[in-house]
């Protein structure tokens, strides 16, 4: 049974930085494209990040270009979201993602973690 587990997620002022973190468990990680998401209420769930399988190439929203990070330690099969100079409208459900092909789009992730939330106070 596959598992993504996130965490990390939590409340932070305006400017600061949060890690999130996602564990799998049940497959081979290192032969997963990993994702990160996002969600708000009423609206899609939209692309944040992405690396390949061994983290060499990564993948950025606009939005995330320049002050987000992803990385990934296949031998703990977790991802990583650094997340600096936060704002408000970053604050959302931040969702994990594996998929073998998985890049920008949502339907490249075979599997999805609960999701952590964030909240950036202004």
């Known amino acids: 049974q596959v598992q993504l587990v996130e965490s990390g997620g939590g409340l932070v002022q305006a400017g600061g930085s949060l890690r999130l973190s996602c564990e799998a468990s049940g497959l081979t990680f290192s032969s997963y494209n990993m994702g990160w998401f996002r969600q708000v209420p009423g609206k899609e769930r939209e692309f944040v990040a992405a690396?390949?399988?061994?983290?060499?190439?990564?993948y950025y929203s606009d939005s995330a270009k320049g002050r987000f990070t992803i990385s990934r330690d296949n031998a703990k099969n977790t991802v990583f979201l650094q997340m600096n100079s936060l704002n408000p409208e970053n604050t959302a459900v931040y969702y994990c993602?594996?998929?073998?092909?998985?890049?920008?789009?949502?339907?490249?992730?075979?599997?999805w973690g609960q999701g952590t939330p964030v909240t950036v106070s202004s």
């Open positions: 993602a594996a998929g073998p092909y998985g890049n920008r789009r949502s339907s490249g992730y075979a599997y």
């Open positions: 690396a390949d399988r061994v983290g060499l190439i990564t």
